[in-house]
């Protein structure tokens, strides 16, 4: 067992916020000489049996780490190597055609990996779930032992003294409260994250290969677009007047409708200036005009 190692025993143990736990009274080894777990006195609490990986040594105390936060961050990075690892390999796959049937033997076995996770990230998100609870309770309870402890100083049952130092331990234990509370809730966003993540990335074979299309043959490709296109609208063959070798066969174009001589409407031409002349030629036009003009 590496000297270091027993520099632990009969350090105070705190919390990652501070809090005291307790103090380091003993290990447990396994036979190779390796710690197992540390023996933590918590007073009335009694003995408790830590595992060595949630201890971190800092200068005179030992600082304590939850399961959950390890547990949290050690399924976050196998996720996100994993998710890694299965980008790599489609950019891989769309560069080598060769590696396309490896390929898809990786792509399986790390699809496996995440469904192995499944589990575990099932188990995370329960005790997440169990510290919130617990952690509403604790400020819960703080938050009732501050409004108890000022009732007692307006009662004057307790001094002004008494009633800050219950108030500042209270608001202590609060901000540790809040402060693992936000952590979780990351945590809890993150691993949603990551979910949406590996949705994306758990593509079927078939698809891995669809998406890699920059190692197909764009020659296969074309008769297909074209295919899908939409025919030409036909239209009737118009008789034309011009030569079979002109161009205007192919471009049919719609002649002018003629306007009919009976439809057009002649425009009234203005009268003529009745004269004397005039009267004599034509003694039915506008004969009432002309003897006016007489007179």
């Known amino acids: 067992m590496p000297h270091d190692d027993i520099d632990i ?8 916020y501070g ?37 971190v040594s800092q200068g005179d105390v030992v600082i304590f780490i939850p399961k959950w936060r390890l547990d949290s961050q050690r399924l976050i990075r196998e996720k996100q190597l994993t998710l890694r690892r299965l980008k790599a390999l489609i950019d891989i796959v769309s560069d080598n055609d060769d590696m396309k049937e490896d390929a898809e033997i990786i792509h399986e076995k790390y699809k496996s990996k995440l469904v ?11 005790k997440l779930d169990e510290r919130l609870i617990e952690l509403d309770e604790q400020l819960k309870s703080a938050k009732m032992l501050v409004f108890d402890a000022k009732l007692q100083h307006k009662s004057d049952e307790i001094s002004a003294a008494t009633f800050e130092t219950v108030k500042t331990c209270a608001n202590h234990l609060i901000e540790h409260v809040t402060h693992e509370t936000a952590e979780i809730s990351n945590v809890q966003k993150r691993i949603l994250d990551l979910n949406v993540e590996a949705q ?7 698809q891995l290969q669809d998406s890699a299309v920059s190692y197909l043959d764009t020659t296969e490709q074309t008769p297909n677009v074209q295919a899908r296109l939409p025919e030409a609208p036909k239209t009737q063959p ?6 079979s070798t002109s161009p ?9 409708t003629p306007v009919q001589a009976e439809a057009v409407t002649p425009f009234p031409e203005p009268p003529q200036q009745v004269t004397t002349g005039t009267s004599k030629d034509k003694p039915n036009d506008n004969d009432w005009l002309a003897r ?3 007179q």
Do not use: Y
């Open 9 to 16: 025993i009969g350090k105070k143990v705190k919390d990652m």
């Open 19 to 55: 809090t005291f736990m307790g103090k380091v009274i003993g290990t447990i080894t396994d036979i190779d000489g390796s710690i197992q777990t540390v023996g933590v006195d918590c007073g009335s609490q009694g003995l408790q049996q830590i595992q060595f990986d949630q201890l």
């Open 116 to 126: 192995s996770l499944e589990e575990t990230e099932n188990q995370i998100k329960a």
């Open 200 to 206: 994306n990335a758990t593509i079927p074979s078939q």
């Open 238 to 243: 118009i008789t034309s007047t011009f030569d």
């Open 248 to 256: 205007a066969e192919e471009t049919p174009i719609i002649p002018p």
């Open 292 to 294: 006016m003009e007489a």
